[in-house]
């Protein structure tokens, strides 16, 4: 061998260095690096040459005599983003190919319109279940256990079913156009005759023989048709999104572009999240033009829920759009066998790991914290505002300064990890669900005290409860998508395979659902033993205390233990670098390589450093 180049570090020349001249004038039609070689040790370098039969083509423009010489290019130009050699460049628009961005673009506008439709149906829902006559905010944690839960494990065992026998794009179909269908046909059908169809007698006669604490169950069957409204709602976030949007965006993305492009989906998914509270707000105030007699509600349920069914069909079309006109990735048709755990796997699985138990810890406390604070603070905002159309107002402030409060701690989570680690970040979303929490239940529980204070500001304690529980609620959902979230997926990145896949089956099988309903489950407890719901108030507050106390202490515990885990981590890479030794390449005088005082042939196999 007369050359050798290396890559990636040191080069060694060959005696003869007109020929490498040669071989590196462009003239000779080399446009491109020709200095990589497969495959790349720990280190980066690499050694991959030998000499070649003649019968081997030449690259254009080398001579004769250097027909045993060859470089290769692809690993060299693949890494870099240039293309190979000989390759036609693809066409880039703000250097993003034009390939990438026909899928990119798509799947944004089909977020955002997911999501602008998922606020103004959760905003929506609210209002009915909570405004309905003969309900409150009670109902909320009866709905959720009883109701909402049943129809998502129905609908998921229906999609299983259906996945099996329909194509990905019937699937889509299928599922998504009975949601724009509902939503269209509740704001003008189901809304105007909801006076008709509700059983309001029975449930009057019910409610005298069981009394007022069952107030909650007995709404449910009172106002069915808002109560299928709101279960829709609740389906369109965890179906629509999670299934629908995600699954088709993971397979139609490849790794590389999802790591570059999937962040930016958060932060559009939170400017839909402005456009869409103003959106409520906006037709939340058309009362105020119409005249005496005339039912505003209905009026703006028509008008948001006409929007909802132009973004739905608009979601359609992309989807269609994209797959008639973007090529797909190829995948790879072998499938990866998935852990598959029961309910009694998960719980022993969880018990037998400290770290799991902690991950655990968190994300039951949040579950059960957030409804804990969110159901009182509804009843509190349906006593400020009984009617629907000043409820609904309010709610599109709230998600307005929801998605600002987000995107902004979005933009500084970066920093905050970088600046403090992943404790402090783990922490805030606890400490700032605790300090707002205490300042909501003081406000009810000594409100009256502090009256003439508040009087000063313009304010009675009822508003300044509304007020500060729904700062508790900015701030907790923002520092939960912004910190949380992330510090819950980075807890399984230092474990090793096995855990990591186990853990993770084993709290989606038994920590999401009792997150979820655990508060539920707690509140209905209350109401059923102390008659309402502002009756069980203190005490919900003293179970808020504990949940989030042993939320920090869990978050403490995990931030020890995933430290270690890192310095283990890095140790373990420190080794592995310091036990990779880089041999001195020279070359000996029958033109061999030397390392030392071994010696290698030249027509020995490529070896790598």
């Known amino acids: ?252 993305t490849t790794v590389e572009e999802a790591k570059r492009f999937y962040p930016l989906f958060g932060l559009g998914a939170n400017i839909a999240l402005i456009f869409s509270g103003r959106t409520v707000k906006y037709f939340s105030n058309l009362r105020q033009n119409l005249g005496p007699g005339v039912d505003g509600w209905a009026i703006s349920l028509k008008g948001m829920m006409s929007i909802v069914v132009l973004m739905g069909l608009a979601i359609c079309f992309l989807y269609w759009w994209v797959n008639k006109f973007v090529p797909l990735p190829t995948r790879s048709k072998k499938k990866k066998e998935k852990p598959k755990m029961g309910t009694r796997e998960s719980l022993k699985f969880l018990v037998s790991s400290k770290y799991i138990r902690d991950l655990a810890t968190l994300v039951v406390a949040y579950g059960i914290s957030i409804n804990l604070v969110e159901v009182t603070w509804k009843s509190k905002l349906k006593a400020q505002f009984p009617s629907p159309n000043e409820y609904s107002s309010f709610m599109g402030d709230f998600s307005t300064a929801t998605g600002i409060a987000t995107f902004t701690m979005m933009l500084l989570s970066q920093f905050i990890f970088d600046k403090y680690g992943w404790g402090v970040a783990a922490g805030i979303t606890p400490t700032v669900l605790l300090l707002s929490g205490v300042g909501f239940f003081s406000l009810i529980l000594f409100g009256g005290p502090l009256g003439p204070t508040l009087a000063k500001f313009g304010m009675t304690p009822l508003l300044a409860a509304v007020y500060v529980g729904a700062l508790q609620n900015i701030f907790s959902k923002s520092a939960k998508y912004s910190l949380f979230d992330p510090c819950k997926e980075m807890a399984y990145i230092p474990l090793d395979e096995d855990t990591k896949v186990k853990g993770k089956a084993a709290i989606d099988v038994v920590c999401n659902p009792l997150g979820k309903s655990g508060g539920a489950l707690i509140q209905q407890f209350m109401i059923l033993i102390f008659g309402s719901l502002a009756n069980s108030t203190p005490y919900l507050g003293g179970i808020l205390l504990v949940i989030v106390l042993a939320w920090l202490s869990a978050a403490k515990s995990l931030d020890s233990q995933f430290t270690e885990l890192r310095r283990e981590e890095e140790l373990e890479k420190e080794m592995e670098r310091a036990a990779v030794k880089i041999p001195v390449m020279s070359e000996s005088g029958n033109g061999s390589l030397a390392s030392g005082s071994a010696e290698t042939s030249e027509t020995s196999t490529p070896s790598n450093i």
């Not at 030449?58 to 045993?68: A, C, D, F, H, T």
């Not at 048709?225 to 369109?236: G, H």
């Open 1 to 252: 061998m007369e050359a050798v180049l290396q890559t990636r570090g040191l080069l060694s020349l060959p005696p003869h260095p007109t020929r490498v001249r040669s071989l590196l004038n462009p003239s000779q039609g080399l446009k491109h690096r020709l200095f990589a070689s497969k495959p790349l040790g720990l280190n980066g370098l690499s050694l991959s040459y030998k000499r070649v039969p003649s019968v081997v083509a030449k690259p254009n423009g080398l001579s004769p005599k250097e027909k045993s010489f060859i470089c290769k290019a692809e690993a060299a130009a693949a890494a870099d983003g240039q293309p190979l050699f000989g390759e036609t460049p693809t066409p880039k628009f703000l250097g993003i190919e034009l390939v990438t961005l026909k899928k990119i673009i798509p799947l944004g506008l089909m977020f955002f319109c997911i999501l602008f439709n998922y606020t103004i149906l959760r905003d929506t829902k609210d209002v009915l279940v909570v405004t309905a006559k003969g309900s409150s905010a009670e109902i909320i944690p009866f709905l959720k256990t009883w109701v909402n839960l049943p129809m998502a494990v129905g609908f998921m065992l229906l999609y299983t079913k259906l996945a099996n026998v329909l194509s990905k794009k019937a699937l889509f179909y299928t599922v998504i156009l009975p949601f724009i269908a509902f939503f269209g046909a509740f704001g003008f059908l189901l809304y105007p005759l909801s006076n008709h169809i509700h059983p309001e007698a029975l449930a009057d006669k019910l409610l005298a023989v069981l009394g007022p604490r069952f107030l909650g169950p007995l709404a449910i069957m009172r106002i069915w048709s808002f109560c299928l409204f709101y279960v829709m709602a609740e389906l369109w976030g965890s179906v629509v999104i999670s299934v629908l949007f995600w699954g088709f965006a993971n397979q139609i």
